[in-house]
């Protein structure tokens, strides 16, 4: 009577310390420029080796630009940032897919690409999005800086462990709903801070019919709503992904690996600390009006008045509105917007070029509209072009830039100005998250792509 | 990390809900390759202008208001995982941080850091806004030992939670990576299974 987390955390204990948090031993580190450096230095300060350092592999991704990578990084603290990456990995023999590595790419976009994320692991990062690759049927989760240091250390991190929560989704999703928005929904449900202590379970049909990478756009909000992480059991499908990919297990490893990750799902009559449904029907595309992930609304919807938000809430929300430039009970369909972002860890992988494409095809690009079209990773971009997927996209007007995080949280040239509007495939609209004053209005690869083909907020079913 | 006991300071009042960490410390800030250096940039986007310049009306700007609390609305530090974050809070002063809900990761690398935060209930936060208000110079005292905090404008106390393990590590400034280290052997037994 186990849920599927119970046994993944279960089989990772080292020790449970005592009237404290227990010891987890972390199968795979993922690790990347931003948040590692000062890791690295406290094991210098303190004289250690990385413990197991083929468990870490090393990424940049956050601050590198989307053009001429080829050239030295431009902006000096971004290039320093990366060349200490560079530095540490070397220095300390852990696996890094630096910039022109032909893995290199977003961490949460290469590790699954590559088969090093894979079910009943235990995967950290000192990256929010780490939850991705909970969709493998794997605990994943973001830590903060210390912790990397932590599991450079010792391979293990201290955690108190999270309630779990299971989130059913019943029936199919419609025409023209993507992953991306079922996210989106559920946030809006369940609020920013709604899911926190506990690490969610996702299930049902609309879940089970998924690709691995639209089960990886819902893994990666989990963390939008609070929640440590996000899941989902393996299954064939997970197996038929995994299977051939460079690391993952080959022969009898696989035939091993393969037997135990069938055990990987939750009781039938085991009982989660709270349990929600929705019914995927009820589910349109979706937008966000707010500065955060969970101030969203179906397209054709108007934003919230003021009147139904609660009296602690109210500077807040007027607040956002304010940064937003929207006013309650506001319809955005047909707003016109300035920028349109495809890509980060949310949907930067080659089924949302594939999404995007299939819908520009034979269309136009809106001339008032600059589109930042970023892939994942290099393998990403060599598919689109594998698939003729650039053809579509320059016939259609687009230009396809070079993988990283990009105009997601802004960190290298990528910047939406002060004061226009982006619509984003990405995971967050703070204030400020695209840029100084960027106001960004959050939606799924097919709502951008009508965006990008109108120039305006566009229901993508009318197109 | 420095030792925490007990705290008795004036506050610094930022009733806003949902801060987000992207706020606490934008990204352009996390460029750095040290943990120094961030409470300089602590919320820049609403404590500076374009051109750098104070913007007059935000808290950390008004010379009224100081202290080494800062009480902040419901769910507190929500979004990404950089730590940077308490840093720029640790290194901008505060030692503790009260609010009625915070975000996970940002609890524990708070605690990473020597920064206490204390949950409270919305009711005991409102009166805690309120006295601030009233007079800036209402104080409030955080008990580490005692795990209680108390709006010292109108006596009342409140108890809070903390996991004991983690209340030691801040009593005794301790850290978590002597810990680890001194389970190699149970590690290393772990890997054999």
Same mark, same amino acid.
């Given at each position: 009577m186990n849920t599927l987390f119970d046994k993944i955390w279960d089989a990772h204990v080292v020790t449970a310390v005592q009237d404290g948090p227990t010891q987890l031993y972390i199968d795979r580190h993922f690790c990347h420029e931003v948040t590692s450096p000062q890791a690295f230095d406290g094991l210098r300060k303190r004289g250690l080796k990385v413990f197991r350092p083929e468990k870490t592999t090393c990424s940049p991704d956050h601050n590198i630009p989307t053009l001429n990578q080829e050239k030295p990084i431009e902006d000096p603290i971004s290039r320093f940032q990366v060349e200490t990456l560079t530095k540490n990995a070397t220095e300390f023999g852990v696996t890094l897919w630096g910039l022109g590595h032909k893995k290199n790419g977003i961490i949460h976009v290469v590790g699954p690409e590559n088969g090093l994320t894979r079910p009943g692991m235990t995967i950290v990062c000192g990256d929010s999005h780490t939850s991705t690759h909970g969709a493998f049927g794997s605990i994943a989760f973001g830590i903060g800086t210390s912790e990397v240091e932590m599991v450079l250390a010792s391979q293990c991190i201290l955690q108190p462990k999270p309630k779990t929560m299971r989130i059913n989704i019943e029936g199919k999703l419609g025409a023209g709903v993507t992953a991306k928005d079922l996210a989106l929904y559920i946030i809006s449900k369940q609020t920013t801070g709604g899911a926190t202590g506990y690490f969610v379970e996702y299930a049902g049909e609309a879940i089970?019919?998924?690709?691995?990478?639209?089960?990886?756009?819902?893994?990666?909000?989990?963390?939008?709503?609070?929640?440590?992480?996000? &899941?989902?059991?393996?299954?064939?499908?997970?197996?038929?992904?995994?299977?051939?990919?460079?690391?993952?297990?080959?022969?009898?490893?696989?035939?091993?690996?393969?037997?135990?990750?069938?055990?990987?799902?939750?009781?039938?009559?085991?009982?989660?600390?709270?349990?929600?449904?929705?019914?995927?029907?009820?589910?349109?595309?979706?937008?966000?009006?707010?500065?955060?992930?969970?101030?969203?609304?179906?397209?054709?919807?108007?934003?919230?008045?003021?009147?139904?938000?609660?009296?602690?809430?109210?500077?807040?929300?007027?607040?956002?509105?304010?940064? &937003?430039?929207?006013?309650?009970?506001?319809?955005?369909?047909?707003?016109?917007?300035?920028?349109?972002?495809?890509?980060?860890?949310?949907?930067?992988?080659?089924?949302?070029?594939?999404?995007?494409?299939?819908?520009?095809?034979?269309?136009?690009?809106?001339?008032?509209?600059?589109?930042?079209?970023?892939?994942?990773?290099?393998?990403?971009?060599?598919?689109?072009?594998?698939?003729?997927?650039?053809?579509?996209?320059?016939?259609?007007?687009?230009?396809?830039?070079?993988?990283?995080?990009?105009?997601?949280?802004?960190?290298?040239?990528?910047?939406?100005?002060?004061?226009?509007?982006?619509?984003?495939?990405?995971?967050?609209?703070?204030?400020?998250?695209?840029?100084?004053?960027?106001?960004?209005?959050?939606?799924?690869?097919?709502?951008?792509?009508?965006?990008?083909?109108?120039?305006?907020?566009t229901d993508p079913r009318k197109l | 990390m420095e030792k925490f006991t007990t705290l008795t300071s004036t506050c610094v009042p930022l009733p806003i809900e949902n801060v987000d960490t992207d706020q606490i410390i934008p990204a352009r800030f996390l460029k750095a390759t040290t943990r120094e250096g961030f409470g300089d940039n602590l919320f820049a986007d609403w404590r500076y202008d374009k051109s750098g310049a104070p913007i007059k009306e935000f808290i950390l700007n008004n010379p009224t208001f100081s202290g080494e609390i800062l009480v902040a609305g419901?769910?507190?530090?929500?979004?990404?995982?950089?730590?940077?974050?308490?840093?720029?809070?640790?290194?901008?002063?505060?030692?503790?941080?009260?609010?009625?809900?915070?975000?996970?990761?940002?609890?524990?690398?708070?605690?990473?850091?020597?920064?206490?935060?204390?949950?409270?209930?919305?009711?005991?936060?409102?009166?805690?806004?309120?006295?601030?208000?009233?007079?800036?110079?209402?104080?409030?005292?955080?008990?580490?030992?005692?795990q209680t905090i108390t709006n010292n404008a109108n006596g009342k106390t409140e108890s809070f939670d903390i996991n004991p393990y983690k209340k030691g590590c801040m009593l005794n400034g301790f850290d978590d990576i002597d810990y680890l280290l001194s389970n190699k052997t149970l590690i290393e037994a772990w890997e054999q299974k």
């Amino acid at each position: 009577m186990n849920t599927l987390f119970d046994k993944i955390w279960d089989a990772h204990v080292v020790t449970a310390v005592q009237d404290g948090p227990t010891q987890l031993y972390i199968d795979r580190h993922f690790c990347h420029e931003v948040t590692s450096p000062q890791a690295f230095d406290g094991l210098r300060k303190r004289g250690l080796k990385v413990f197991r350092p083929e468990k870490t592999t090393c990424s940049p991704d956050h601050n590198i630009p989307t053009l001429n990578q080829e050239k030295p990084i431009e902006d000096p603290i971004s290039r320093f940032q990366v060349e200490t990456l560079t530095k540490n990995a070397t220095e300390f023999g852990v696996t890094l897919w630096g910039l022109g590595h032909k893995k290199n790419g977003i961490i949460h976009v290469v590790g699954p690409e590559n088969g090093l994320t894979r079910p009943g692991m235990t995967i950290v990062c000192g990256d929010s999005h780490t939850s991705t690759h909970g969709a493998f049927g794997s605990i994943a989760f973001g830590i903060g800086t210390s912790e990397v240091e932590m599991v450079l250390a010792s391979q293990c991190i201290l955690q108190p462990k999270p309630k779990t929560m299971r989130i059913n989704i019943e029936g199919k999703l419609g025409a023209g709903v993507t992953a991306k928005d079922l996210a989106l929904y559920i946030i809006s449900k369940q609020t920013t801070g709604g899911a926190t202590g506990y690490f969610v379970e996702y299930a049902g049909e609309a879940i089970r019919s998924m690709s691995m990478e639209e089960r990886m756009t819902v893994c990666n909000l989990s963390i939008e709503m609070g929640a440590r992480g996000g &899941m989902i059991a393996p299954d064939e499908t997970t197996f038929e992904y995994v299977k051939g990919r460079e690391f993952a297990p080959q022969g009898e490893e696989w035939d091993k690996a393969l037997a135990y990750w069938k055990t990987l799902k939750s009781d039938d009559d085991a009982v989660f600390d709270r349990e929600v449904t929705y019914n995927a029907a009820d589910i349109q595309p979706m937008v966000t009006y707010g500065t955060n992930p969970g101030m969203g609304m179906g397209i054709t919807e108007n934003i919230p008045t003021l009147d139904t938000i609660d009296d602690a809430g109210k500077i807040s929300y007027v607040k956002s509105l304010d940064y &937003m430039g929207f006013q309650p009970g506001e319809k955005l369909e047909g707003k016109a917007i300035d920028y349109v972002f495809l890509g980060s860890c949310t949907n930067g992988r080659i089924e949302d070029f594939r999404v995007f494409a299939n819908f520009v095809k034979g269309k136009k690009k809106a001339d008032s509209v600059i589109v930042w079209l970023v892939p994942g990773s290099w393998m990403v971009e060599q598919q689109i072009r594998e698939e003729g997927l650039d053809t579509i996209l320059t016939e259609a007007g687009f230009q396809l830039r070079q993988p990283g995080c990009s105009a997601c949280l802004a960190m290298n040239e990528d910047k939406v100005p002060a004061g226009k509007y982006a619509v984003s495939t990405s995971n967050r609209n703070f204030e400020g998250r695209q840029g100084p004053g960027a106001r960004t209005i959050l939606a799924g690869p097919l709502v951008a792509a009508a965006a990008a083909i109108t120039g305006k907020i566009t229901d993508p079913r009318k197109l | 990390m420095e030792k925490f006991t007990t705290l008795t300071s004036t506050c610094v009042p930022l009733p806003i809900e949902n801060v987000d960490t992207d706020q606490i410390i934008p990204a352009r800030f996390l460029k750095a390759t040290t943990r120094e250096g961030f409470g300089d940039n602590l919320f820049a986007d609403w404590r500076y202008d374009k051109s750098g310049a104070p913007i007059k009306e935000f808290i950390l700007n008004n010379p009224t208001f100081s202290g080494e609390i800062l009480v902040a609305g419901k769910n507190f530090g929500s979004g990404s995982s950089r730590e940077h974050a308490a840093w720029a809070i640790a290194g901008y002063g505060f030692k503790v941080v009260v609010s009625s809900f915070f975000a996970d990761i940002f609890k524990g690398n708070a605690l990473n850091n020597g920064v206490l935060p204390v949950v409270v209930s919305e009711g005991f936060l409102a009166e805690m806004f309120a006295a601030i208000n009233a007079d800036a110079a209402a104080t409030v005292t955080v008990n580490l030992e005692e795990q209680t905090i108390t709006n010292n404008a109108n006596g009342k106390t409140e108890s809070f939670d903390i996991n004991p393990y983690k209340k030691g590590c801040m009593l005794n400034g301790f850290d978590d990576i002597d810990y680890l280290l001194s389970n190699k052997t149970l590690i290393e037994a772990w890997e054999q299974k």
